[in-house]
């Protein structure tokens, strides 16, 4: 849409009615969220805005933009970059195992000048329209229980194999079990479902003892024994689990937490900023926040329920599983109930790469929600 025709009557009129579409509400339960977030930030940085509060809510309000102007994009437009921004984010991918950026002992960045991208992130999305748009001109039948499964299966498997890869196994975890999610709402067959469990459970050991580097088969004994190696590869989560009980129910106060104020927290800006809260602000801040969150979850679930197609259906409830996601891993890591993988809470955490792929899904959400009765038509569900 150009600058002239938002000029004219009949397409301002379009442009007032799509903005009044957009569910105010959600937008602001994440804006509570990000802002939450700003004010621990804020706090574990000495009561001063850098180098992380500033950053985390400018950042917001430029994604926060992207977010509505992309939720104005009709959902047929969408679909027909479904397969493009997938096998986009798949030639990335590939491009990291050759000419990938390394830091932190991993390569899972792409560098051009003063730009870095993470492709995993933008694969995270693609993944999700991929299979939304393969699954929505598929029978019922097919998406049951039929050999059209080999596709969907290889267009989660090939990206979670060069994910892992590189190595980046939260990543490729979240985005296995997003992949599985998105399937099983598309109708998979229940006994599939239960023959795939049986499967993982058969494999599981064979691949922690073959399948895993030699630091991610720690974390996985650290997490059974923390304290094996207090001072070592269990001081994450021993320091974080003393920050959560520490808080009580009503936390220490505002700038009091000692175990980030005083540096025993690792990551306490990402990975265990909710810790952070548990601390400062206790069982009762964390609920606030957790509630926050299920409100998000319910408001994106609502979305993809009133979508009139099959693809706004799968793609709203297959980002809205990416988000559940980072909330339920983050939250089990911190409290010492899942090995630590390195997925930080969505919104809640610094960092710009995760908030821009939260955001950019969320635009996707409210195109759905915006365009719901738009009808989506296509072929037969394959790939061409």
């Not at 190696?229 to 974080?240: E, K, N, R, T």
């Not at 099959?310 to 010492?336: E, K």
Request: charged share 10%; with cysteine; aromatic share 10%.
């Amino acid at each position: 849409m150009t600058v002239s025709a938002l000029t004219r009557p009949g397409e301002r009129d379009r442009l007032i009615v799509k903005l009044g579409e957009i569910d105010w509400i959600f937008c602001l339960t994440i804006t509570l969220i990000a802002g939450a977030g700003a004010v621990m930030l804020f706090s574990i940085a000495g009561s001063s805005w850098m180098p992380w509060a500033a950053p985390h809510l400018a950042r917001y309000v430029l994604f926060f933009a992207i977010m509505i102007v992309l939720s104005l994009i009709d959902i047929r437009v969408w679909f027909a970059l479904a397969y493009p921004i997938y096998g986009v984010g798949f030639a990335l991918l590939i491009a990291v195992m050759f000419v990938g950026h390394h830091a932190l002992g991993a390569q899972r960045w792409l560098q051009a000048g003063p730009i870095t991208i993470q492709p995993s992130e933008i694969m995270k999305i693609g993944l999700v329209l991929a299979l939304a748009r393969f699954y929505h001109g598929a029978s019922g039948k097919s998406a049951e229980l039929s050999w059209w499964l080999i596709v969907p299966a290889l267009l989660i498997v090939a990206p979670v194999a060069l994910v892992a890869k590189q190595p980046d196994l939260g990543t490729a975890i979240l985005m296995l079990l997003t992949g599985a999610i998105v399937v099983i709402l598309a109708g998979l067959s229940w006994r599939l479902i239960a023959a795939g469990l049986l499967g993982v459970a058969v494999l599981a050991p064979l691949v922690i003892s073959f399948g895993l580097h030699g630091y991610q088969k720690q974390r996985l004994t650290t997490f059974l024994d923390p304290e094996n190696d207090p001072s070592g590869s269990g001081y994450h989560i021993l320091q974080s689990k003393i920050a959560l009980g520490s808080g009580g129910l009503l936390g220490k106060g505002y700038g009091l937490g000692s175990q980030s104020q005083l540096n025993f927290l690792p990551e306490k800006q990402t990975d265990f900023i909710f810790a952070t809260l548990a601390e400062e602000f206790g069982f009762v801040g964390c609920v606030s926040i957790l509630v926050l969150y299920a409100a998000v979850i319910f408001m994106a679930l609502r979305t993809a329920y009133l979508s009139h197609s099959h693809f706004g259906r799968l793609a709203a409830a297959g980002v809205t599983t990416t988000f559940a996601l980072y909330v339920l891993i983050n939250g089990a890591m911190v409290m010492g109930l899942a090995p630590v993988v390195g997925v930080p809470m969505p919104l809640l955490s610094y960092g710009g790469t995760v908030m821009l792929t939260v955001m950019v899904g969320f635009g996707l959400v409210m195109a759905v929600r915006v365009h719901r009765y738009s009808e989506v038509t296509s072929g037969k569900g394959s790939l061409l």
